[in-house]
């Protein structure tokens, strides 16, 4: 190609945008010397074809326009300046870097070349420069053409928050064993928008799938080590390009096309596509850690650094924090929440450990600037946003802290849920949880919906191993079991791992089974883990981050008890959505509804009177019962309609031996129908059970009854 004279270009936007007539770039880079844009042979990407610098600069930014250069072109960029860690400053043009704002990217880091920005092996106090040229081990950026996609009319489903049911799954994994998508699109974007993985969230029927992070990751030297793999995806190298691994058409830009594909594909199933974005730290590790992209571009303005400034600042337990108090890292991450939500149609976010994106400087804080940036974005007013509210730091765990428009992830509900059903007393908490978490989210002016609940979720056991082991197993990760969780509040059901014993394997499957009802009939937005309606074992890991191989890809080979669960999940989805009582906006009042003698909540013991303030601080309490007012809900929908639905009464047992649970009186209703048995040994196949009639709830197990609504007259 012919030698590229720059034109001054513009600041903005940031990174590769292509026209009709060249190609503008733009890098911000504040105590730089001088930036240059590499581009490389589309044909044989290892060949370097010529070096650019971009020498205008406004407000940081280096910028510049060369004309002629085509989408398809390859680029890398190298900053020049002072390398000197220990004022932050580490600069060094031998290193390749990739550009933040890219859209795609081809290749991948390898770490076997000199990525990192020091001498391997010299002692850390004589770190210096490494000085050998990182190109051949960096992947290429890939300058994209924006305009082409046809949406055709793609709209977005907008289920509202109190209607939705979540399910979290994982790209690759979801269709790598799935015999029925073809295996060219196993573990794809392609894959997931196949017709037999939508007919299996179809049949399920969730509302929107969260996805375990699709920006471009890397995987951890330490891991390639090991031949092992960053599966979960938690290093992210490019805020704006999706994981290229997970196209089935190329490399080049194919992933972009592929991508949209698929989210128009769940949108017309009905289905929303909710991002995990990780925010909150990168790829590039601690002090030691490689020169991929923003440690060489800007280091001391894209992290938080330590006093002594060779040193980051690390609430995640990865190496390092990104420090989004700072104005250029904020446009960062709001230029990517825009990007994916107006380009590529993305119905929501769910932010990993959220509690770093709000420290300011270090506290959490309320009124940092990332949450004042997201309240005031027009464009984000239209996506579900989703915290986990927790990270490594002091005072990390900030459940219930974050503003009025956000959900968050429960942990407090997933913790109690588990081990009321384990056999534990949490009989007061079980209350606040299974209505909605009141206590956490109602004094701040807050919904019913701010709670996301969950039992499991990626990280951790599945549902399965929940109830079948007491112990991790992860050797196969590399640590000496020494990593993930020893709190997992979980019960093997009287023996430890996969077992032969009828008995056991019954109340395994019967737990699970409570579990899950209990997750469907409790107020909040359910999420549901993927695989944990199949069955899905990972031997005991529960820290699976590393296993991209079949201890974490969903087995599609169903048996019969794991096709059963799968049928008895489905049923209480469908009965979740058909319930208005379980799709509620607002906090119960335990007061009289409009029209009825009802409350919208009332709790009772197995006697059928109502629980007293001593019955829920009583040291026994493992079985209780929760009538949801339906008749009537107190918040009418979104057209002002009141919804009318049945009543529910829901018998939880989770004794060793069985309980008798005497109805409530006449008040509370004439006679009720049993909708659910998780044990299926009530008396189920009376039409009616009576006021004041007797229902046998088995050990450990759920029965839910339902009074039906009356028709309404006129």
């Known amino acids: 190609m012919d030698a590229i004279r720059p034109w001054p270009g513009m600041p903005y936007p940031l990174g590769a945008r292509a026209d009709a007539g060249g190609v503008n770039f733009a890098v911000f880079s504040k105590r730089c010397d001088k930036v240059e844009v590499c581009l490389f042979d589309p044909a ?12 205008e600069t406004t407000g940081y930014v280096r910028h510049g326009y060369f004309p002629g250069l085509r989408p398809g072109a390859l680029y890398g960029l190298r900053v020049h300046g002072p390398y000197d860690p220990e004022n932050g400053l580490r600069f060094n043009p031998s290193k390749l870097l990739v550009d933040p704002y890219a859209r795609a990217i081809d290749g991948e880091v390898d770490f076997r070349g000199p990525v990192h920005g020091y001498r391997r092996g010299a002692p850390e106090e004589d770190l210096g420069i490494c000085d050998a040229d990182s190109a051949p081990f960096m992947p290429r950026c890939v300058v994209l053409d924006d305009a082409g996609f046809d949406w055709g009319g793609d709209a977005r489903p907008g289920t509202p928050l109190h209607r939705s049911i979540v399910y979290e799954l994982h790209v690759r994994g979801f269709t790598m064993r799935h015999p029925q998508v073809p295996p060219e699109l196993r573990g794809t974007y392609a894959g997931l928008a196949s017709p037999p993985a939508l007919e299996h969230l179809r049949r399920l029927g969730v509302t929107a799938v969260e996805l375990l992070p699709v920006h471009e990751h890397v995987d951890d030297a330490f891991l390639r080590d090991r031949g092992l793999r960053n599966y979960w995806g938690y290093s992210t190298l490019a ?15 194919g992933q972009v096309t592929e991508f949209k594909r698929m989210v128009k594909a769940l949108h017309q199933a009905g289905i929303e596509v909710i991002l995990d974005v990780v925010f909150n730290h990168t790829c590039e590790g601690n002090h030691l850690g490689p020169t991929l992209s923003f440690r060489g571009l800007e280091n001391r303005s894209y992290y938080k650094l330590a006093d002594e400034r ?46 770093t994106l709000c420290r300011d400087p270090r506290d959490f804080d309320r009124c940092c600037p990332f949450l004042q940036a997201v309240h005031q974005d027009p464009t984000l007013q239209q996506v579900k946003l989703i915290a986990e509210p927790w990270d490594l730091g002091p005072a990390g765990y900030q459940v219930g802290s974050f503003p009025t428009r956000w959900s968050e992830w429960n942990g407090k509900y997933r913790d109690v849920i588990r081990r009321f059903w384990k056999g534990e007393i949490q009989a007061q908490e079980l209350g606040y949880r299974l209505s909605g978490s009141a206590d956490l989210y109602h004094p701040a002016g807050r919904k019913i919906f701010a709670s996301v609940n969950f039992i499991t979720c990626h990280d951790g056991f599945t549902l399965r191993d929940l109830v079948s082991y007491e112990r991790k197993r992860n050797e196969a990760n590399g640590e000496e079991n020494r990593d993930g969780t020893d709190d997992n509040a979980s019960w093997n059901c009287g023996a430890e791992g996969e077992t032969d014993d009828a008995a056991v394997n019954a109340l395994r499957d019967r737990q ?35 296993q991209d191989n079949e201890i974490s890809w969903i087995d599609w080979d169903l048996d019969d008890r794991r096709l059963a669960l799968l049928g008895f999940t489905a049923r209480m989805v469908r009965l979740r959505l058909a319930q208005p009582a379980l799709q509620r906006r607002r906090f119960f009042r335990g007061a009289q509804m409009w029209d009825s003698s009802l409350k919208d909540l009332a709790w009772f013991r197995p006697d059928g009177n109502e629980m007293s303030e001593e019955d829920w601080q009583a040291p026994y309490v493992r079985s209780l019962a929760f009538l949801l007012g339906g008749d009537t809900i107190a918040t009418p929908d979104e057209r002002g309609h009141r919804i009318v639905g049945d009543t529910l009464l829901v018998l939880m047992n989770a004794h060793e031996e069985p309980v008798p649970y005497t109805l409530p009186e006449v008040t509370w209703g004439e006679e009720w129908e049993v909708l659910v048995d998780t044990a299926g040994a009530s008396d189920a196949k009376r039409d009616r059970i009576a006021a004041r009639g007797v229902v046998d709830v088995s050990a450990r197990s759920l029965v839910v009854l339902s009074r039906p609504a009356k028709p309404e007259s006129g």
């Open 239 to 253: 805020y704006f390009a999706p994981e290229h691994r997970y196209s089935a058409s190329g490399t080049r830009g």
């Open 512 to 546: 699970q089974r409570n579990l899950l009802a209990t997750l469907l009939f409790s107020q909040g937005v359910p999420m549901i883990t993927a695989g944990d309606e199949l069955g899905k074992t990972q031997g005991g890991n529960n820290n699976a981050y590393c």
């Open 44 to 55: 044989d990407p290892s060949r370097e074809l010529q070096r650019v610098e971009l020498t």
């Open 310 to 355: 060779r040193f980051y600042m690390d609430y995640t337990g990865t190496g390092n924090s990104l420090d989004v108090s700072n104005p250029q890292v904020l446009r960062l991450v709001m230029d990517s929440l825009r990007y994916w939500t107006e380009e590529m149609h993305v119905d929501g976010f769910r932010f990993d450990l959220a509690t």
